[in-house]
């Protein structure tokens, strides 16, 4: 274990020696080679877990358990030795950075490592000393926090004695610098929307406010916000409580009646509020695609407030042919990268448009993603609508089932999913 030096007090008190005896350019000099000489510890990302997703080497792994499930920031898969203790596996973290805490999820509540150490080395040889040690622990999980941060590249975790099954077994090992000053980092794949405070430029009744574009809940029609009847500009913001990255806009629309909208930003707001705080990152002049709509913006921006600003809609519901002069949308969740889209979520992008006496196919909207195919499947009624979507007309109304079949195209994982839609009768 190597100790990190009080770098820093050393430098400063150099610079002040410098400082009584030499003009000022001696002293620059002085410092840049002090800042040098100690960049790669002043690197670490804080509050970041170093371990993640970095390769595991163990002492044994069970084919179906391995090492690697250790640092997959996922608490349902772990490493099994099937072996009883003494057992390792440790961490390599690409480089070498300074820690001062470790956590370890093991088996379940009753089976965990009752005496462990933590080693950290810059080679796999050495390991010198634990960084830290316990012998008695009786928890399925455990947290060890150092008092002064150490320096390595490997970290090593070694179960000396199992309670509960006697082979070694965790599920998740993290290794961070923590630093309560510093705030924790933006979770890229995290909607920070989420129960934030949302303002909308007018709301139809009191069951259907701003806040409830940010409550989670995406499906449910008395969970959106909808505007006051009458032509836009409609708007609706969220205000994320401080400046956050922003990437991904995701807007679950009750309908596709917008025609003219924009993803607006705005890192503070006057008092009162104008349009001229506000810089258009994305707008649209369609009805977009899908009652799911997914933006991706250009490039992170940095934002305290993201608004949806809707120039214009039409009254009437290009896909119900109702009729009803207000706005509205389910839900609006914002992310600082560009996270994977649910299965289900693209299944309920897509849409299938009521015919009419006179269609004779039928008219299906597939959403079109990056990375995703989704394709038609046919109808469980084939002599009402047939492999080619053409449309059969029965001699009374008929439902039909419309399916479809989404697939991640690198994980080839897939999902179904049915929409009924009424077929008129010839009577
Ligand atoms: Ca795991
Ligand atoms: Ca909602």
Redesign the pocket.
Known sequence: MKRKKNIFLGSFLAALMVLSCVPDSSLTAVVSAEETSTSSSSETPVNTNLAADKTVTASAEYSSMPASNLTDDDTSSRWSTEQDAVQWAYVDLGESYDMNYFSIIWESDSVYASAYNIYVSDDTEDWGEPAASRTGNTSGSSEETLDAAVTGRYVKLEVTEMYGYPSVSASDFKVMLKDDSQPVPQDPEENVALGKSAVASSEEASSVTAS?????????RD???GSAMGDGPHWIYVDLGSVMDVQTVRI?WENRKATDYEIQIAEELSDPMSDEDWETVASFTESPSSTTDSIELDQVYQARYVRLYISDFTSTDPDSGETYNTVS???MEIYGGTPAIALSDIGDMITVETPSIDDDSLTVNLPEIEGYTVTYNGTDLEQVVDDDLTIYHPVVDKEVNVSFKIVDDETEEYEFKEIAVTIPGEN
């Open positions: 409830n574009a940010v409550d989670g809940d995406r499906t449910s969970s959106r916000w679950y949308i389910y839900e």
